[in-house]
């Protein structure tokens, strides 16, 4: 099942537990036009395909002591397989570490961390700059979360 198979009620479902995957399943199956073994069918279809990843509590890091969030690009020493395996190898290592992205541009990858405070994301810095050599490692610090959302802007046509 890939993008072109999912039909108009699969994206309403989608859209739905995107806000909310909390929904009891009566529900969900109301907001998307369907009986509730039906729309049951479909949410364990989209899971067993691996559209739905897995469905996870979304938690405010500010309220559980993680207020620095830290945008850190990374110039790689080289562009050789080996030194990517050791980057993915070595970015495993780090919790707070919670996104990765690879660029285009100037920078190579786009690692976006979650710390308590300037003192944790420097004990960070230091660990990864030590198991991890760079041509250049840039800290980028957020004052102030405008809009976040996991959820994805799904067509439903």
């Known amino acids: 099942m890939g993008k072109t198979d999912l039909d108009r009620i699969d994206r309403k479902i989608l859209a739905e537990l995107m806000k909310d995957a909390t929904l009891p399943i009566a529900q969900l199956a109301e907001r998307v036009g369907l009986s509730q073994t039906p729309c049951w069918k479909r949410v364990q279809k989209l899971e067993a395909t691996g559209i739905i990843e897995r469905r ?27 030194w990517r395996d050791t980057f993915r190898e070595v970015i495993k290592s780090f919790s707070c570490i919670v996104e990765v992205h690879r660029m285009s541009g100037d920078v190579d990858y786009l690692i976006k961390v979650r710390v308590e405070d300037m003192g944790q994301y420097d004990a960070f810095y230091l660990a990864l700059t030590q198991a991890l050599p760079c041509r250049n490692v840039t800290s980028k610090f957020s004052m102030e979360t405008i809009f976040h959302t996991t959820a994805w802007p799904i067509p439903i046509h």
């Open 56 to 82: 996870v509590a979304i938690v405010d890091p500010d309220k559980i002591g993680l207020g620095l969030a830290v945008f850190v690009e990374i110039e790689a020493l080289d562009h050789t397989p080996e």
